[in-house]
C-alpha cells in the first residue's frame, strides 16, 4: 500500500490500523487459480477469519477449509447458499472440515450440514458413525514437513501404511471416504515437499482403488503455499508447474483436486501501521516501544514462527534498534535488531505482508485490545 494513503487511514482512524487490501485479496485468489487451472482453493480461514475477507474470496469463486464450528459458522453465515435442490452435498463444493479431531457435540452440529470432514485415526470414525453419521470423509495423510516454517506432521496424518486400512475401516463401518487429504507444513519453501506426499497420496489411492473403494476420488493436497516474504521465496509459477506436472503423471484427467491455501491468500494483503508511545537508550542502542506487540498483531512472531520488519515513513540514516510491544511482558519483544531512523514519539511505523496468522491469534492481554481492522478497495 502507499504511504501517503497509510498515513492518512492512520491520522483518520488511529492506531494500531489493520489495514486489509482487498485488491490483493483478489489478485492472490487470480493467480492460484491463473497456475493450477485443476485445483478449487479451499481459504482456510484460520489464517484470517474476517467475514469480509471470506466475502471477498467467496465472489471470486473461492470455497473455504474450517476446522471449528465458530469458523464454519463465520462461513455459512457470509456465503449465499447454493439450490439444495441440485446436489445433497452441495456443502462440500464451498466447506471442507479440515480438523482431524473433532468433539462429538461439534460432530452433532455439524452433522445435518451432511460435512465433508477429515480423519485419520479408528477413533475419530467410530466418532463420526455415532455423531454424524450423515458426513463424508477425507482421510488425512502423514507427509513429510521438512523444511516448513511451521511443521504440522507430528499432530496429525495417519501414517501411509495404515492409510488403506483407515479407509476399509470407514466404509466397513457404513461411512463414505471420499478422499486423500495432506498438509506438507506452513510457508513450505521445500517443493520437494509436495512432490513426495504427491507421490504418497497417488499409491495410497492405487492401493485403495485395487481394494474395491473407487468412490475415493478428490485428493486435497492441503496449504502450506509460501508467501513472498523475502526475495529467497521462489516464485509461486515454479512450485505450480512442478505441481502440475506431477499431477498430470499421477491422478487420472477426472479427479477432483482441491487446495486449502490460508498464507498464501492473505499474508500480502494486510499491512499494519503503529505509533511510538515510548523511547530509551538501552544497552547502547535505541528502544522504541509501539502500540501493537507480540500479544496482538505481531503474535505471528510467537505462534507462527514469522518475524515482521518494522519501516518508517521518514526518511534519514538507518540505526540498529530495538522495539517492544506495548504490554508489561518482556517477552512482547518485536526486535532486537531493527534498522529504523530516529524515530520521535507520536511517529508512526508501519509492518507490511502481516495478514496471515497475526490479527487472528491477536489477545486481550494487559488489557491493550486488538488492532482497529479496516478494508480498503473492498
Ligand atoms: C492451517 C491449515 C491450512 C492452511 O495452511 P497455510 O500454510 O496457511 O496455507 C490448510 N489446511 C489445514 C488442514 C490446516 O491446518
Same mark, same amino acid.
Not at 19 to 36: Q, T
Not at 124 to 141: F, Q, S, Y
Not at 223 to 233: K, R, T
Given at each position: 500500500?502507499?504511504?501517503?494513503?497509510?498515513?492518512?487511514?492512520?491520522?483518520?482512524?488511529?492506531?494500531?490500523?489493520?489495514?486489509?487490501?482487498?485488491?490483493?485479496?483478489?489478485?492472490?485468489?487470480?493467480?492460484?487459480?491463473?497456475?493450477?487451472?485443476?485445483?478449487?482453493?479451499?481459504?482456510?480461514?484460520?489464517?484470517?477469519?474476517?467475514?469480509?475477507?471470506?466475502?471477498?474470496?467467496?465472489?471470486?469463486?473461492?470455497?473455504?477449509?474450517?476446522?471449528?464450528?465458530?469458523?464454519?459458522? =463465520?462461513?455459512?453465515?457470509?456465503?449465499?447458499?447454493?439450490?439444495?435442490?441440485?446436489?445433497?452435498?452441495?456443502?462440500?463444493?464451498?466447506?471442507?472440515?479440515?480438523?482431524?479431531?473433532?468433539?462429538?457435540?461439534?460432530?452433532?452440529?455439524?452433522?445435518?450440514?451432511?460435512?465433508?470432514?477429515?480423519?485419520?485415526?479408528?477413533?475419530?470414525?467410530?466418532?463420526?458413525?455415532?455423531?454424524?453419521?450423515?458426513?463424508?470423509?477425507?482421510?488425512?495423510?502423514?507427509?513429510?514437513?521438512?523444511?516448513?516454517?511451521?511443521?504440522?506432521?507430528?499432530?496429525?496424518?495417519?501414517?501411509?501404511?495404515?492409510?488403506?486400512?483407515?479407509?476399509?475401516?470407514?466404509?466397513?463401518?457404513?461411512?463414505?471416504?471420499?478422499?486423500?487429504?495432506?498438509?506438507?507444513?506452513?510457508?513450505?519453501?521445500?517443493?520437494?515437499?509436495?512432490?513426495?506426499?504427491?507421490?504418497?497420496?497417488?499409491?495410497?489411492?492405487?492401493?485403495?482403488?485395487?481394494?474395491?473403494?473407487?468412490?475415493?476420488?478428490?485428493?486435497?493436497?492441503?496449504?502450506?503455499?509460501?508467501?513472498?516474504?523475502?526475495?529467497?521465496?521462489?516464485?509461486?509459477?515454479?512450485?505450480?508447474?512442478?505441481?502440475?506436472?506431477?499431477?498430470?503423471?499421477?491422478?487420472?484427467?477426472?479427479?477432483?483436486?482441491?487446495?486449502?491455501?490460508?498464507?498464501?491468500?492473505?499474508?500480502?494483503?494486510?499491512?499494519?501501521?503503529?505509533?511510538?508511545?515510548?523511547?530509551?537508550?538501552?544497552?547502547?542502542?535505541?528502544?522504541?516501544? =509501539?502500540?501493537?506487540?507480540?500479544?496482538?498483531?505481531?503474535?505471528? =512472531?510467537?505462534?507462527?514462527?514469522?518475524?515482521?520488519?518494522?519501516?518508517?515513513?521518514?526518511?534519514?540514516?538507518?540505526?540498529?534498534?530495538?522495539?517492544?510491544?506495548?504490554?508489561?511482558?518482556?517477552?512482547?519483544?518485536?526486535?532486537?535488531?531493527?534498522?529504523?531512523?530516529?524515530?520521535?514519539?507520536?511517529?508512526?511505523?508501519?509492518?507490511?505482508?502481516?495478514?496471515?496468522?497475526?490479527?487472528?491469534?491477536?489477545?486481550?492481554?494487559?488489557?491493550?485490545?486488538?488492532?482497529?481492522? =479496516?478494508?480498503?478497495?473492498?
Amino acid at each position: 500500500m502507499r504511504q501517503d494513503t497509510l498515513k492518512k487511514l492512520a491520522r483518520e482512524h488511529g492506531t494500531p490500523l489493520f489495514v486489509v487490501d482487498h485488491d490483493v485479496l483478489r489478485r492472490n485468489y487470480a493467480e492460484f487459480k491463473k497456475h493450477l487451472p485443476r485445483v478449487q482453493a479451499y481459504y482456510a480461514v484460520k489464517a484470517n477469519p474476517d467475514p469480509a475477507i471470506v466475502r471477498t474470496l467467496y465472489r471470486m469463486g473461492a470455497s473455504f477449509d474450517v476446522a471449528s464450528m465458530p469458523e464454519f459458522l =463465520i462461513v455459512h453465515k457470509n456465503i449465499e447458499h447454493l439450490p439444495h435442490t441440485e446436489r445433497q452435498d452441495w456443502i462440500w463444493d464451498k466447506i471442507i472440515y479440515a480438523n482431524p479431531i473433532k468433539a462429538t457435540e461439534t460432530l452433532e452440529q455439524l452433522d445435518q450440514y451432511k460435512p465433508l470432514v477429515t480423519y485419520d485415526n479408528l477413533e475419530e470414525v467410530r466418532k463420526v458413525r455415532r455423531h454424524a453419521p450423515h458426513a463424508g470423509l477425507a482421510l488425512r495423510l502423514k507427509v513429510p514437513n521438512t523444511g516448513a516454517m511451521v511443521e504440522l506432521s507430528s499432530k496429525f496424518g495417519a501414517p501411509p501404511g495404515e492409510a488403506v486400512d483407515l479407509i476399509e475401516a470407514a466404509f466397513r463401518a457404513g461411512l463414505v471416504v471420499e478422499g486423500i487429504s495432506f498438509h506438507v507444513g506452513s510457508q513450505c519453501t521445500n517443493f520437494e515437499n509436495y512432490v513426495q506426499a504427491l507421490n504418497l497420496a497417488s499409491n495410497v489411492f492405487k492401493e485403495a482403488w485395487s481394494r474395491g473403494f473407487e468412490q475415493v476420488k478428490i485428493l486435497d493436497i492441503g496449504g502450506g503455499f509460501p508467501a513472498p516474504y523475502d526475495a529467497n521465496v521462489k516464485p509461486f509459477r515454479e512450485l505450480a508447474r512442478r505441481l502440475n506436472s506431477e499431477f498430470n503423471r499421477l491422478f487420472p484427467k477426472k479427479m477432483e483436486i482441491l487446495a486449502e491455501p490460508g498464507r498464501f491468500m492473505v499474508a500480502t494483503a494486510a499491512t499494519l501501521v503503529a505509533k511510538v508511545i515510548g523511547k530509551k537508550v538501552a544497552d547502547g542502542k535505541p528502544s522504541y516501544y =509501539i502500540n501493537d506487540g507480540v500479544y496482538h498483531t505481531f503474535s505471528g =512472531i510467537i505462534f507462527d514462527h514469522c518475524q515482521y520488519h518494522l519501516k518508517a515513513f521518514k526518511q534519514g540514516p538507518k540505526q540498529i534498534c530495538s522495539v517492544f510491544g506495548p504490554t508489561c511482558d518482556a517477552l512482547d519483544t518485536i526486535s532486537l535488531a531493527e534498522e529504523l531512523p530516529d524515530l520521535r514519539l507520536g511517529d508512526l511505523v508501519y509492518s507490511e505482508n502481516i495478514g496471515a496468522y497475526s490479527h487472528a491469534s491477536s489477545t486481550y492481554f494487559n488489557g491493550f485490545p486488538p488492532a482497529k481492522v =479496516i478494508h480498503v478497495n473492498q
